[in-house]
T-cell receptor, first 111, second 117 residues
Framework: QKEVEQNSGPLSVPEGAIASLNCTYS??????FFWYRQYSGKSPELIMF????GDKEDGRFTAQLNKASQYVSLLIRDSQPSDSATYLC???????????FGTGTSLTVIP | NAGVMQNPRHLVRRRGQEARLRCSPM?????VYWYRQLPEEGLKFMVY????????ESGMPKERFSAEFPKEGPSILRIQQVVRGDSAAYFC???????????????FGPGTRLTVL
């Protein structure tokens, strides 16, 4: 079982819609969760992080964490073509100090 | 305020040669992490270093790969006797010294694309 799993997509949404990206993790003791965006041929850039159960909002982005179900999601409201990228979920386990990354979900926002 | 810097951005080597990848963390950051990304795969952790110390190298291949972060200068990821399977993007990330390594955000450099002919 992979440490972090994401649906590879591709996920396509029309401009202005809500894009929903999901991630599950295997270690119940995981405590820190991150979403990165990676454009093709570029390096990952941090979108947001979340540590506590519930929702965390930052502009058009909302991260949702449910530790009981071991999933974390990212909602992108009012999706724009510039949001088209691969979104990486990363988790720090309860022990150790590694970031475990999912393989990413490819998002395409159609104008 | 410069971000994480990596060089070279592109590196071509022939099989059997050595590859040296350099990473300078963000100003004020003392933790460095190296990752490898293969096409269609996620980022794979390789090694975590602080100044003059390797903290976690559990993701490093047992042979040919080594890393250091000296007191002065950049962190170096060294691959000896490269093979075609080493072709990948190698990313470095850094985080600040907050004492809370397990919650610190990592900021990524632009990566080095290694091609082994």
């Amino acid at each position: 079982q992979k440490e972090v799993e994401q649906n590879s997509g591709p996920l396509s949404v029309p401009e202005g819609a809500i894009a929903s990206l999901n991630c599950t993790y295997s270690d119940r003791g995981s405590q820190s969760f991150f979403w990165y965006r990676q454009y093709s041929g570029k390096s990952p850039e941090l979108i947001m992080f979340i540590y506590s159960n519930g929702d965390k909002e930052d502009g058009r982005f909302t991260a949702q964490l449910n530790k009981a179900s071991q999933y974390v999601s990212l909602l992108i409201r009012d999706s724009q073509p510039s949001d088209s990228a691969t979104y990486l979920c990363a988790v720090i386990r309860g022990t150790g100090n590694q970031f475990y990354f999912g393989t990413g979900t490819s998002l395409t926002v159609i104008p | 305020n410069a971000g994480v810097m990596q060089n070279p951005r592109h590196l071509v080597r022939r099989r059997g040669q050595e590859a040296r990848l350099r990473c300078s963390p963000m100003k004020g950051h003392s933790h460095v992490y190296w990752y490898r990304q293969l096409p269609e795969e996620g980022l794979k952790f390789m090694v975590y270093l602080q100044k003059e110390n390797i903290i976690d190298e559990s993701g490093m291949p047992k042979e040919r790969f080594s890393a250091e972060f000296p007191k002065e200068g950049p962190s170096i990821l060294r691959i000896q006797q490269v093979v075609r399977g080493d072709s990948a993007a190698y990313f470095c990330a850094s985080s600040p010294e907050s004492g809370l390594w397990n919650t610190d955000t990592q900021y990524f450099g632009p990566g080095t694309r290694l091609t082994v002919l």
